[in-house]
């Protein structure tokens, strides 16, 4: 077999990537493939045998890791920098988005927060050991149902290098070896940081491979990394919807859905409508730019020409373009006609939908028609509609009289989070420390067997 | 476009499969694929809005629609043995195994069992409405996670036809609606029971769509439903290892796996020998076929003089060929020989794979290595063994002085048994009505609002 090596000109130094091409076979990209897989392989399973320990280790020394990858990040702070110069440099040289760029850069406050995130994570209670649940059969079987951790966690994340701390420390805490694949622009900073916490990491006596990142921005690595069924037990896209649709179509290890929200608020007929103001306003407004913000407001016919003008001019005076369906602009004039895909849509933005409805049932048939089963709420004082509302409204959290931002990790009092799920299975909304561990029955007998 | 008509001769009456080809892009395939899709997203549609009625119906009116199902399986019982008998013949002509055309074929008695199964389903708690857990935060936000339905539920299974009226009864009672697909030799049988529940759903006042059937056998169908994100919330693969292997491979709809089981039993230096042999006899020999049986026998080599031998004889009395390592071969001479790839094998036989080991610790190596995490034993009267062993083995369940046998969902007190999980997200161990949902928050506020 003849192997050429060819240095791959996109790939930041100082990991280079070797390319090797079969001249008998002509099969260049399959045994690069194959070579990137081996070394995935490997990383995983040093992730399993490190995994093994920490699964098995004391919340005190669990903690002093954590403490030390705070202090370690600060005491590293300019090693980390200058390679997010690095970083931050050729995103300039390739034209990056100064958005893009923004969210890259790091500085001595942003290094702070990072290490202040880490220590707020030491201090939260350790999910692992506790007792879900425990029973006794009637053959004198005690089933206890135990909370351990899942194993080996992979995270795909984009461009913030902070979410290398944030993902680090979230998953060492709940006792998961984790494997790291953040963004191409961000490769040196992310090397820096990881570098960093690797030996922190050691510093508190545990394995190194706690904590590893994958040492190739080549797609092909997370392609295969998301197909290491039975290496790795979990996997946690972080990002954009783009980012999250590629893990789940990819992916065939288990995928923690972090999904999108087309987030409503139903102003109902009997609603108080200070309070509709208020939370519907806060819901489009505080900040605009995330998944549990409102995307799309529905009124009740019979109190629209009561508030929706009022409404929509303090709307326009915080700079929110509102599309309307067509009785929402016989109210509001100035609304752009609203499109079908207006419904579906997640504008992330100062936009807003509205709609006017006839009813209860018709506000919760467009909810579950057009919406992304993440957050929705209805403002109303009637205990019927709340109830109806609560049950028939297909979604992660549902709000009675409160603003969809609330759905948060934080804002939920789990004290961190890990994303928020709209997918169904394992967790769903907010997940905290807890959402990172799966259990296992531990039963205990004295000699029971099967008849 | 030109089309040409093909009925495709392997698709049993009274299901046609209409071949479509595209002349003009030569793209037989793709086009037909295109219709097989959009009949299942039709049908997938008319499951969510059933879903949708029956995740608020009382529990009264899903246990009615559940007893009238078993009724009507007995009332239709000429008709499906009649479809039955159609399988069977056609089984016979294509020369399928003895032992599958056993599986396949149904008789009164079996019906009554597959009837009585489902009152057992009625006579179970509901698992829908509960308050799994409900807190207040210092805004004044009072958050309650409710247990929910999963939604839409796609069933893949094998030639058993039992499975088709057993896994719509465990949808149904859960809030679910389901979409069957079973093997295609069992296409008549399924039919004829899909047809009977639907009756006896729609006698009961709730929508047909809540239990319905991939109308073709054709794979593209099974691989389509896999794909139908945002419509079937879950796949539950129910069979053998192939199909499993290649659900996880192929869909992109949240899968709960349903894995092998290569479980092992350990006896300690300080085990109770008597109850060792009786543990790990049952273990092995009540019922070997299945997933929770022991595959592999690890001794502590302290005892392994004294209790192999005569434990060795035990087993070759009851038909069990034994594979053992060298030291086992020394103590029983007439072992076959193991290689490396005996400590990997679920055998679902009468054979067992031995081996001495020399400490606990070599013991939960083995056993992490090459097990398969479902259920593992070890027999000891050490309090700190016991500890070690059910802290640092990997598995779904880890018995102390019992047999794996135990692993079920009836032996576990849960009533019924959806499967037994060997993944880590969702559900791990014996699945209940339980696992067949997810939860929602709920959350009431008077105006709070985020800052």
Not at 88 to 105: F, K
Not at 259 to 275: F, I
Not at 336 to 349: F, N, R
Not at 401 to 425: C, H, M, P, W, Y
Request: net charge negative; hydrophobic share 45%.
């Amino acid at each position: 077999m003849g192997r050429e090596t060819v240095h791959a000109a996109d790939t930041p130094a100082p990991f280079v990537v070797t390319y090797i091409y079969d001249f008998s076979s002509q099969r260049g990209v399959s045994i690069r493939m194959e070579e990137v897989r081996e070394q995935l392989v490997r990383q995983a399973q040093a992730a399993r045998q490190a995994a093994m320990t920490l699964a098995n280790v004391s919340t005190a020394v669990k903690n002093g890791a954590l403490l030390a990858m705070a202090e370690g990040l600060l005491a590293d702070g300019a090693y980390i920098l200058q390679a997010n110069a690095e970083d931050i440099q050729q995103a300039r040289e390739r034209g990056l988005p100064e958005a893009m760029v923004e969210r890259l850069t790091l500085n001595e406050k942003r290094l702070a927060a990072m290490a202040e995130g880490i220590r707020q994570v030491a201090a939260l209670p350790d999910p692992v050991g506790e007792v879900v649940e425990g029973w006794k059969r009637p053959n004198g079987l005690e089933i206890l149902k135990v909370r351990v951790p899942l194993g080996v966690v992979a995270i795909i994340y984009e461009s913030r290098p902070n979410v290398t701390a944030d993902a680090a420390a979230l998953c060492l805490k709940s006792g998961n070896a984790v494997i790291l694949r953040g963004g191409s622009e961000a490769f040196r900073s992310n090397q820096a940081i990881t570098a960093s916490l690797v030996r922190a990491v050691e510093s508190a006596g545990l394995p190194a491979a706690c904590v590893q990142m994958v040492q190739t921005t080549d797609r092909e690595a997370a392609t295969q990394l998301m197909r290491l069924n039975g290496l790795v037990d979990c996997i946690v896209p972080r990002g954009g919807a783009g980012l999250i649709q590629t893990v789940m179509q990819t992916a065939t290890v288990p995928v923690i859905e972090t999904g999108v929200g087309n987030c409503h608020t139903y102003v109902h007929e009997d609603a108080d409508l200070q309070m509709a103001s208020e939370v519907a306003f806060n819901a489009k407004v505080q900040r605009p730019s995330v998944c549990n913000a409102m995307e799309t407001l529905l009124v009740h016919s019979a109190v629209a020409g009561e508030f929706l003008p009022a409404f929509a001019e303090r709307l326009r005076a915080a700079g929110v373009e509102i599309r309307g369906c067509e009785r929402t602009r016989q109210l509001v004039p100035w609304a752009v006609p609203a499109t079908e895909d207006d419904w579906y849509t997640e504008y992330l933005a100062l936009i807003l939908a509205v709609k006017v409805v006839d009813s209860l049932d018709e506000a919760i048939a467009h909810i579950n028609h057009y919406g992304s089963r993440h957050s929705e709420a209805i403002i109303t004082r009637s205990l019927d509609a709340a109830r109806r509302f609560t049950r028939e409204v297909d979604a992660a959290c549902v709000y009675v009289n409160a603003s969809t931002r609330f759905t948060d990790g934080f804002e939920f009092g789990f004290g961190a989070e890990v994303g928020i799920s709209t997918q169904k299975l394992h967790a769903r909304g907010p997940m905290g420390l807890r959402e990172l561990t799966t259990t296992k029955y531990v039963v205990y007998g004295n000699g029971q067997v099967r008849t």
